[in-house]
């Protein structure tokens, strides 16, 4: 069976959608309750092509391995298994030992390093047919930069398998916590989206929440107590050169997102008790209101078109999802449902709304389409909260908190079908993730 062939099967049971002309709509994964055997596949460790690549050859392979076993669409068939040995990047592939042992996808590479350069190049074979999927690709970057590598690898085999965007070679923003559970201490960290690589961007003197990285992944927005009240910073990646945005005497402001071009920012204020939405041109200056109401309205995401924002608000009596057009006006309500909703966030694509809910005693992440219907839930436990989507718009992050007084939070994902519920792991309690677009 080809590689297409169990992708078909795979269509037969709700987890992909097929395979459509460039001008159709493509590839999707469909929220079902239908589980598929993970596609069996082999990385062999890349070869060291010079003396300096030792080191890394092995690892990466590790990495590009555990990158897609992670998914839960694939399952690694583990080295000892392995009939055939790849001595040569350029050998001729002997798919009969590959077919033996039920590998459906092969992976081969191979590592040069010199200096402050190491050069990566793979190729992926469709065992059944016998044939390499695609033409060969390689990447460059330093040493420190060998596991972006990695994740450029798997992000290429996991798209030319399935026929959707990669999303490993990114990173996610967080919320760093420690300390007892009623003294807090909280500090903005970034990591690679698999927990590894971890920096922190400030220390833990104020309590920080709820960051989002610009479209372009070079600034982080995050909410501050630096002033004793909630206020919006905009970071520098690059430099941690910070500064606040729409400050204005006598409010709070919080929960801010970028639009999609990066140069709005669509946030909270709070004044006199009464909470509505702003958007502010970060260039200008420039504050625009956007909703007027005595409720409570907060939590806004753009469209990735940037023509509509999503938000909650519990101008029904309780927190309630509503869209309304990026310049404001009339909001109409899409959460349907019974419970409260929250912490709306547009995916990616286009396509879905994620949410967190609570109803009777249990938080939720879930997703519906942008008209509200079709929700569903895809977590359940003590508390759940705050999801972000991966660039692909095929797996979500969020925050969940164990039960008790000594209680953490931690980071989980999930893909939207509801499969394949994974914990991130993190060096101590962390909460409120936000994930990078591609890195470039």
Not at 183 to 200: E, F, I, P, S, T
Request: proline share 6%; glycine share 10%; charged share 20%.
């Amino acid at each position: 069976m080809t590689l297409l062939r169990t992708l078909a099967a795979a269509l037969a049971l709700g987890l992909l959608a097929p395979v459509l002309p460039a001008a159709a709509q493509p590839l999707r994964i469909v929220i079902d309750e239908g589980v598929i055997e993970p596609l069996p596949f082999a990385v062999p460790d890349f070869i060291a092509e010079n003396g300096g690549a030792e080191e890394y050859a092995r690892d990466i392979a590790r990495v590009v391995a555990s990158d897609l076993a992670g998914t839960g669409l694939f399952r690694e068939i583990p080295a000892e298994a392995h009939i055939s040995r790849v001595t040569s990047f350029d050998a001729p592939v002997a798919y009969n030992d590959w077919q033996a042992i039920n590998a459906q996808a092969l992976i081969t590479g191979a590592v040069q390093a010199s200096g402050d350069r190491i050069v990566v190049k793979f190729r992926l074979f469709d065992v059944y047919s016998g044939q390499q999927m695609g033409e060969g690709l390689q990447f460059a970057g330093t040493p420190q930069s060998w596991r972006r590598m990695a994740h450029k690898v798997a992000d290429a085999a996991y798209s030319r398998i399935t026929g959707e965007g990669g999303y490993f070679d990114s990173r996610v923003v967080f919320v760093a916590e420690s300390g007892p559970k009623n003294q807090r201490q909280k500090r903005l960290g970034v990591m690679d989206y698999d927990g590894a690589n971890v920096q922190y961007l400030t220390d833990s003197s104020s309590i920080v929440l709820a960051p989002r990285f610009s479209p372009t992944g070079d600034r982080i927005l995050f909410t501050s107590y630096t002033s004793g009240f909630p206020a919006i910073y905009l970071m520098d990646v690059g430099s941690l050169q910070t500064r606040s945005l729409g400050e204005q005497p006598g409010t709070m402001t919080f929960a801010p997102r970028f639009s999609p071009d990066g140069n709005t920012v669509v946030f909270s204020l709070e004044q006199g008790g009464n909470s509505d939405i702003y958007t502010l041109d970060i260039a200008s200056g420039q504050l625009s209101q956007l909703t007027n109401a005595p409720s409570i309205e907060t939590a806004p995401s753009f469209s990735p078109d940037g023509s509509q924002i999503v938000f909650e608000s519990d101008r029904s009596g309780n927190q309630q999802i509503y869209v309304m057009g990026a310049g404001g006006g009339e909001a109409r309500r899409i959460s349907n449902g019974k419970g409260r909703y929250g912490t709306p966030v547009w995916s990616p694509r286009g396509d879905m709304i994620a949410f967190t809910k609570q109803n009777e005693g249990r938080f939720h992440i879930g997703v519906m389409l942008t008209n509200g219907e079709e929700e569903r839930l895809l977590t359940a436990s003590f508390l759940d909260e705050g999801p972000t989507w991966a660039p692909n718009g095929r797996v979500i992050m969020f925050t969940r908190e164990s039960a008790g007084a000594g209680g953490q939070s931690g980071l989980f994902s999930v893909d939207i079908s509801g499969r394949n519920l994974r914990q991130i792991t993190t060096e101590g309690a962390a909460s409120d993730p936000a994930w990078s677009p591609l890195l470039p």
